[in-house]
């Protein structure tokens, strides 16, 4: 049973466009989302973070959706550049601190964003 | 961010010898580390979360007399894959929460090659 999915295996996208990847997931005890960039035979990178309290996330370029009741977020990237064509993974934990097992992340199956110049 | 490190980035090693991986928190302390394996164009799974002190807790379906880990102390785990054959010849990456955040810190990855 899959708990973070990511639907979208790949998506092209022209430079200077605007980038949306997708998630859904179905745990309700998930109350932290991340988002990681990461190019092949490398460790992933975090990018950019929201915790069920909030709605919405932005840092530079990135912006990250969240809706609750429907379980979904997206990642927006604005303006794409070539730069972030990389695979993109959500993941979630049930977070927040209390270490250990709060700490535990559930990865999506990742999507190949591909910015085009 | 924090930083995470691995040794070694890759090694190629022959069937049956064991393979020593360690991942090391740079500039914060980890009590917990999380060990993750990715096969070619999957997602990551979780194998196991490291404790310092304590025992690993292991996901289930993964072997742990095959997969030792020991966190030896707040900055250091290991990972040491005994009697590997050709089907544990993976990517394996390593995870830190960041000290006073819910962000997760990952290493570089160690290509294991086993031959």
């Known amino acids: 049973d899959q708990q973070v999915k990511q639907n979208s295996p790949s998506l092209s996208v022209q430079e200077g466009r605007i980038s949306i990847l997708n998630c859904d997931y179905t745990?309700?005890?998930?109350?932290?989302f991340l988002w990681y960039k990461k190019y092949p035979a490398e460790g992933p990178t975090f990018l950019i973070s929201?915790?069920?309290?909030?709605d919405k996330n932005e840092d530079g370029r990135f912006t990250v959706f969240l809706n609750k009741s429907a379980k979904h977020l997206s990642l927006h990237i604005v303006p794409s550049q070539p730069g972030d064509s990389a695979v993109y993974f959500c993941a979630a934990s049930p977070g927040l601190g209390g270490g250990g097992s709060n700490y535990k992340l559930t990865f999506g199956k990742g999507t190949l964003l591909t910015v085009n110049p | 961010g924090a930083v995470v490190s691995q040794h070694p980035s890759w090694v190629i090693c022959k069937s049956g010898t064991s393979v020593k991986i360690e991942c090391r928190s740079l500039d914060f302390q980890a009590t917990t580390m999380f060990w993750y394996r990715q096969f070619p164009k999957q997602s990551l799974m979780l194998m196991a979360t490291?404790?310092?002190?304590?025992?690993?807790?292991?996901e289930q379906g993964v072997e742990k007399d095959k997969f030792l880990i020991n966190h030896a102390s707040l900055t250091l785990s290991t990972l040491t894959v005994t009697s590997a054959h050709p089907e544990d010849s993976s990517f394996y990456i390593c995870?830190?929460?960041?000290?006073?955040?819910?962000?997760?810190?990952f290493g570089p990855g160690t290509r294991l090659t086993v031959l």
């Open positions: 995870s830190a929460p960041g000290e006073w955040t819910d962000t997760q810190y």
């Open positions: 745990n309700s005890m998930f109350d932290y």
């Open positions: 929201i915790s069920s309290i909030k």
């Open positions: 490291s404790n310092e002190g304590s025992k690993a807790t292991y």
